[in-house]
């Protein structure tokens, strides 16, 4: 007999994941490897694709090879496993160029790009029947844009590409030679009608993108493909197990934290900041996302799954804060501090006479979509120490957060009550130290319950496999992804701490208007 496992790739912005899972979710064994993201010009955030297939061969090799992933032997069983399927995670909102034989045209432009922000200006131009069909802030670190970027720029490269695939969906065509996405990643593409769940062929059209570069739609649990023989050669594993389509990596993430029920809201804080909390059906909302969950949908795209207990939640709403651990590290290296010692101010209280920092150094996203915001310090005076500016940079940072979470919608009905007593699932390798976790929850005003799960979106891959390959049901998904995924600690709020806080925060939330002219 040999142990059933599964294959959970996540393919991140510097590095991709491997995660071996048994057939219930428990993670056995991880790998991964680093590849480099290049900016050839200011603004500009790009991979060679080739990287992340080496990459991946790589880590599902040594992934593969670990010791730990086969786990304890049950009975009968000689220590040896069989991978079941394998389940895909990737970056957001990227394009990669992509020949009709699967080979990348150009380097694939990320999301972390801003080179499209004058194809903003066509955006703006639509109906508005258009813009409310996206149901989305507009963005250039989206896939529309940069297409239309593409087409200005580099018009022959666009007319030799058969497909412009978001970064898991080209991985998944080296594995299986299938091409198809799914709908979390096709909504954060700024080409998608979010209320009809499906491409707005019109709207690219207009744009002047051909509607035949963008994949089926197809459900994130579906089999997307096999594996083909000069892949599984690559990656060690045999030819033929079932790939499935998979999930943008904030859908696949609230799969593995179990975070996935409507109501249930989740803070990941590490470059940036996401706030995520999930919806019974779709609810457009200014300077917040509004996407697709990992839930079944048909191939073309439709379907809902709102009302079904055994199932995650169909949508959800992010808050999207740019600033997060990049103004912190800027703030560390400017001020020539060690983390030990940034996360150490956090422990101080906060003190009238104290500097407030605004941290948008690269713009904001919720809720002011405004890219040309630029951070400052503000009531600086002589008896500021290193100590108060390394409080009001975290200080800024929470504030930042609390914006975000405030602009997040709520639809009635939705269990649980989303009010001050609900925690909020706090994940991410930038909130360990419990100092900073306080002033965070001092600062948010609700709980914060901290999840250990350091490959969720792995995990989330990995789960998708289950289903796809039929042996889990979304009935399992939901249990197990709860059971295994349990909170380590729980930060609650400290009243008057939180009053002294709520007072800087209306100051801090002045200086940024005024810096905005608004």
């Known amino acids: 007999m040999t142990a059933e496992r599964l294959l959970g790739i996540d393919l991140g912005t510097g590095s991709v994941k491997a995660v071996l899972t048994t057939t219930s979710g428990q993670v056995l064994a991880v790998a991964s490897q680093e590849y480099q993201v290049c900016s ?38 000689p220590g040896g496993f069989g991978v079941l399927g394998i389940g895909l995670s990737g970056q957001m909102h990227g394009v990669t160029l992509t020949a009709a034989d699967g080979a990348a045209l150009r380097p694939a432009i990320l999301h972390a790009d801003g080179r499209a922000i ?52 080209w991985l998944r065509l080296q594995l299986t030679g299938e091409v198809a996405t799914d709908a979390s990643d096709a909504c954060a593409t700024l080409l998608y009608d979010v209320p009809a769940d499906r491409w707005d062929e019109a709207l690219a059209a207009s744009l002047g993108i051909d509607p035949a570069l963008l994949p089926a739609v197809r459900a994130s649990c579906a089999v997307g493909g096999r594996l083909r023989p000069v892949a599984a050669r690559m990656v060690g594993l045999p030819p033929g197990i079932p790939v499935a389509v998979g999930a943008a990596d904030t859908a696949a993430g609230a799969l593995g934290t179990g975070l996935c029920r409507p109501g249930q809201t989740q803070l990941t804080v ?17 300077g917040v996302h509004c996407y697709r969950t990992a839930t079944p949908v048909g191939d073309r795209g439709g379907g809902s799954a709102a009302g079904r207990p055994d199932v995650p939640s169909p949508w959800y709403a992010m808050g999207a804060v740019l600033n997060a651990g990049l103004a912190l590290n800027w703030v560390r290296i400017v001020l020539n501090a060690g983390w030990q010692e940034v996360y150490a101010a ?3 209280p906060p003190r009238p006479q104290d500097p407030l920092f605004l941290p948008h150094l690269s713009g904001e996203r919720t809720p002011y ?29 929470a504030f930042a957060v609390r914006g975000a979470l405030d602009c997040l919608p709520r639809v009635p009905g939705d269990p649980p009550a989303s009010d001050e007593t609900t925690p909020v699932g706090l994940v991410g390798g930038g909130t360990t130290d419990p100092g900073w976790r306080q002033m965070l929850a001092d600062i948010v005003g609700r709980p914060l319950a901290a999840y250990d799960v350091p490959v969720a979106s792995g995990r989330g891959a990995a ?29 609650t709020p400290r009243p008057q701490v939180a009053a002294r806080y709520a007072s800087r925060r209306e100051r801090f939330d002045q200086h940024v208007r005024a810096l905005r002219g608004t």
Do not use: F
Request: charged share 20%; with cysteine; hydrophobic share 45%.
């Open 40 to 77: 050839p010009h200011q603004g500009w955030a790009e991979t060679d694709p080739a990287q992340w297939w080496a990459a991946t061969v790589d880590a599902v090799r040594r992934v593969l090879a670990d010791p730990a992933a086969a786990g304890s032997p049950g009975p009968g069983t």
């Open 118 to 169: 004058d194809e903003l200006a066509a955006y703006r131009a639509l109906e508005p029947a258009h813009e409310l069909r996206l149901a989305n802030p507009l963005s250039p670190n989206m896939a529309g844009p940069m297409l239309c970027w593409l087409l200005r720029h580099e018009p022959a490269l666009v007319a030799r590409a058969r497909w412009a695939l978001q970064p898991k969906d």
């Open 270 to 286: 590490g470059t940036s900041a996401q706030l995520i909390t999930m919806l019974s059906r779709p609810t457009p909302t200014v």
């Open 369 to 397: 979509v405004d890219p040309t915001l630029r951070a400052a310090w503000t009531g600086l005076s002589l008896g500021t120490d290193r100590t108060a500016m390394l409080r009001a940079a975290l200080e800024g940072v």
């Open 346 to 348: 956090a422990a101080e």
């Open 463 to 491: 789960l998708l496999a289950g289903v796809a390959v039929g042996v889990l049901s979304w009935e399992d998904v939901m249990d197990q992804a709860v059971r295994s995924a349990g909170v380590t600690s729980l930060t």
